[in-house]
């Protein structure tokens, strides 16, 4: 069975950065794909970043929002992985999901990622920028 979750969320001021961690267990292979969704409320969920492993290398998407802001890093213990926020706006603002098992889709070489691409979802980590 597999397993997402989530933390590292926080309140955080405009401008500042914050890390996330995604730890996926229960994965069958080692080639697999890992997003990073945000949902603000009142507002659908939005892809923001995405990554795919084939055997040592990785292909990696994000979204033009984020692009230059936020950036991925492989986490110490396999199978988990960060998303290293830095100057952080108040339309960052909201709960942030990792997903499992997906495909990366893109336009333009920026990530356009929907919330049916991927099979396992955690259960999110709220993150609020304030200013």
């Known amino acids: 069975q597999v397993q997402v979750a989530e933390s590292g969320g926080d309140l955080v001021q405009t401008g500042g950065s914050l890390r996330l961690s995604c730890t996926v267990s229960g994965l069958t292979s080692d080639d697999y794909t890992m997003g990073w969704f945000r949902q603000a409320p009142g507002k659908e969920r939005e892809g923001l970043a995405c990554?795919?492993?084939?055997?040592?290398?990785?292909?990696?998407y994000y979204a033009e929002s984020v692009a230059g802001r936020f950036k991925f890093s492989r986490g110490n213990v396999k199978n988990t992985l960060g998303l290293q926020m830095t100057d952080l706006k108040a339309d960052d603002t909201g709960m942030y999901y990792c997903?499992?098992?997906?495909?990366?889709?893109?336009?333009?070489?920026?990530?356009?990622?929907?919330?049916?691409?991927?099979?396992?979802w955690g259960q999110g980590t709220q993150v609020t920028v304030s200013s």
């Open positions: 997903a499992a098992e997906g495909a990366c889709s893109y336009i333009n070489g920026y990530y356009s990622g929907r919330h049916a691409d991927f099979r396992y």
């Open positions: 990554i795919t492993w084939s055997g040592n290398r990785a292909s990696v």
